[in-house]
């Protein structure tokens, strides 16, 4: 069965002028859920709003930067939400559930699972997620920064086909339309790197209440392609788009899943850990790993930075401090400082007791770059 993503941003969520709800919107979003879903499509929702709409209800007119005022904002607002959407789902008989994730939700590979497993039976009773960041507990360095990498992180989860990005404008531009009347339309995006190539211009978000732009949609797409997820930035005053999108119509900007596709856990690796430290390696453990496919060795390390255990995700960078893979350690932090430079068979003596042969096995590494 296939599966499908949509998230909407709060600019599409709430009027431009007044901040509240724009209920004509949601309610076209939930009739093409709803009929999405008669289709025979499992259909996740992944919902932004709180703050703007905790904004709202306490007559703030900016959103404010200070964390714990922001995370308050965010536990008045979601509760709005949720209501607004079950009323609504309800009156046309659909079952909806709430699903807030945090990153370190999902940077354990046994919750990731878990999550995994959630959304698989969600599907099979028939009921639609809808997913937000947990604002209220969200740590600042271990949160997804915007809905639209969650939504990209989510696609991946569920191994979803679709991930449409409803937003403000109705597609990609080489530059801000809003800004430049000869800001081109890209309809299609083979390669990401293509849009360097066309110079595109990416700004922020000009709502005052998102907290993503153009570029964190773009990053957003990079993170569903690898995956093997087809993602569509679309109009989102216009959720029926999505039915004609779906039926072969050229609207909005779509990119193409990319050919060389990122296994589960690699993707987990690369896209949801926060790397714990970097390890700096020297030319040839550099030109073995990005060549060659091989597992980084000890001997490749000239410099440990940071403190980590065994299993936490490491950037590995060359000699000048560019990062060129992600991956996980089979040595603290600790054990590398004493081993770095070594030869695998005298890792043992060194330490001890028996360690892996490896520092990072090639099944738990990366290349980023």
Not at 8 to 21: C, D, K, P
Not at 204 to 216: A, F, I, K, L, Q
Request: glycine fraction near 8%; include cysteine; charge should be negative.
């Amino acid at each position: 069965m296939n599966t499908i993503v949509i998230k909407i941003g709060t600019s599409s969520l709430t009027n431009s002028e007044t901040g509240n709800l724009a209920l004509s919107t949601i309610s076209s979003l939930i009739e093409t859920i709803i009929n999405l879903r008669q289709q025979g499509y499992q259909v996740v929702l992944v919902s932004s709003g709180a703050v703007g709409v905790g904004c709202d209800i306490l007559g703030l007119t900016k959103k404010p930067r200070n964390i714990s005022m922001k995370q308050a904002i965010a536990a008045v607002g979601q509760g709005q939400i949720m209501r607004v959407y079950n009323d609504l789902f309800s009156s046309l008989q659909q079952t909806v559930a709430q699903i807030l994730l945090t990153k370190s939700d999902l940077s354990r590979r046994s919750s990731y699972v878990n999550a995994y497993n959630t959304f698989q039976q969600l599907f099979r009773l028939g009921v639609v997620p809808i997913v937000n960041e947990n604002d209220t507990t969200a740590v600042e360095e271990l949160n997804f920064g915007d809905n639209d990498t969650l939504s990209a992180l989510v696609a991946s989860l569920v191994e979803a086909d679709w991930l449409f990005i409803l937003t403000d404008v109705d597609r990609l531009y080489s530059a801000d339309p809003r800004k430049n009347p000869d800001a081109l339309p890209i309809t299609l995006v083979g390669e990401i790197e293509q849009l360097k190539e066309l110079k595109v211009q990416v700004g922020e978000s000009v709502s005052g209440r998102g907290t993503g732009g153009m570029v964190t949609k773009i990053e957003a797409a990079k993170i569903a392609t690898s995956a093997g997820v087809r993602t569509v930035i679309t109009d989102g005053k216009v959720p029926t788009n999505i039915q004609k999108i779906l039926n072969g119509e050229s609207i909005g900007t779509q990119f193409e899943p990319q050919p060389e596709q990122v296994n589960g856990r690699k993707h987990w690796i690369a896209n949801v850990l926060v790397p714990a430290g970097q390890l700096y390696l020297d030319q040839g453990a550099v030109k073995a790993i990005s060549e060659y496919g091989k597992s980084l060795l000890a001997a490749g390390i000239i410099q440990v930075e940071g403190e980590f255990n065994s299993s936490d995700a490491v950037k590995l960078c060359n000699e000048k401090g560019q990062e060129i893979a992600r991956g996980l350690v089979n040595y603290s932090s600790i054990e590398l400082q004493k081993i770095l430079g070594c030869r695998s068979e005298n890792i043992s003596d060194i330490l001890g007791y028996v360690g892996a042969e490896t520092v990072v096995h090639r099944n738990n590494l990366l290349l980023t770059n």
